[in-house]
T-cell receptor
Framework: DAGVIQSPRHEVTEMGQEVTLRCKPI?????LFWYRQTMMRGLELLIY????????DSGMPEDRFSAKMPNASFSTLKIQPSEPRDSAVYFC????????????????FGPGTRLTVL | KNQVEQSPQSLIILEGKNCTLQ??????????LRWYKQDTGRGPVSLTI?????NTKSNGRYTATLDADTKQSSLHITASQLSDSASYIC????????????FGAGTRLAVHP
């Protein structure tokens, strides 16, 4: 399996522009997560899906952020309009089983998208 | 407040030496604790997971310990290698859903030849 695939790997954009990050989870995984990582705040959960349905989006910073999962093999995280404070590494992760399944509820992370908003 | 504190923030050791990373938490109710390794430019990868009843768990040269009474965990790396250079993140999960993960800020380890 190729693991979690994210694109693009790097994105540089100007303030006010729309940014779309893409993720393909591991085949068969029912859970998909979007995280943001910064030096100041570390890893933060933004939103997660179960069977394509958003379960918890309380980590989404504001209305400028939106996430969709139109099918089991694809998800997007969109920022519109982007701001310099959105600069971070955005990770997508997927998991096979429900939370609490001890050693098997491992999340598998993608390589991340490094976003720079000028 | 649910918190995970890691120390040291960064560490430099020579190849072949051992080191120990610390994680203290105040998360409740506790479900499990994981250590992740994150190489530069990559996503985190799970190293070990421990539940309340487990005191130690090994994964090759990595050994994690957990003291649920004092709410402390450590990750011991034996005979370090250059490839161990990475950030190590402690993550504590509360009972409940995936939104119950509390992440530490990580320890950045550099192994020098």
């Amino acid at each position: 399996d190729a693991g979690v695939i994210q694109s693009p790997r790097h994105e540089v954009t100007e303030m006010g522009q729309e940014v779309t990050l893409r993720c393909k989870p591991i085949s068969g995984h029912d859970y998909l997560f979007w995280y943001r990582q910064t030096m100041m705040r570390g890893l933060e959960l933004l939103i997660y899906f179960n069977n394509n349905v958003p379960i918890d989006d309380s980590g989404m910073p504001e209305d400028r952020f939106s996430a969709k999962m139109p099918n089991a093999s694809f998800s997007t995280l969109k920022i519109q309009p982007s701001e310099p404070r959105d600069s971070a590494v955005y990770f997508c992760a997927s998991s096979l089983v429900p939370p609490g399944a001890l050693s098997t509820d491992t999340q598998y992370f993608g390589p991340g998208t490094r976003l720079t908003v000028l | 407040k649910n918190q995970v504190e890691q120390s040291p923030q960064s560490l430099i050791i020579l190849e072949g030496k051992n080191c120990t990373l610390q994680c203290n938490y105040t998360v409740s109710p506790f479900s499990n604790l994981r250590w992740y390794k994150q190489d530069t430019g990559r996503g985190p990868v799970s190293l070990t997971i421990m539940t309340f009843s487990e005191n130690t768990k090994s994964n090759g040269r990595y050994t994690a310990t957990l003291d649920a009474d004092t709410k402390q965990s450590s990750l011991h790396i034996t005979a370090s290698q250059l490839s161990d250079s990475a950030s190590y993140i402690c993550v504590v999960k509360k009972t409940g859903g995936y939104n119950k993960l509390i992440f530490g800020a990580g320890t950045r380890l550099a192994v020098h030849p």
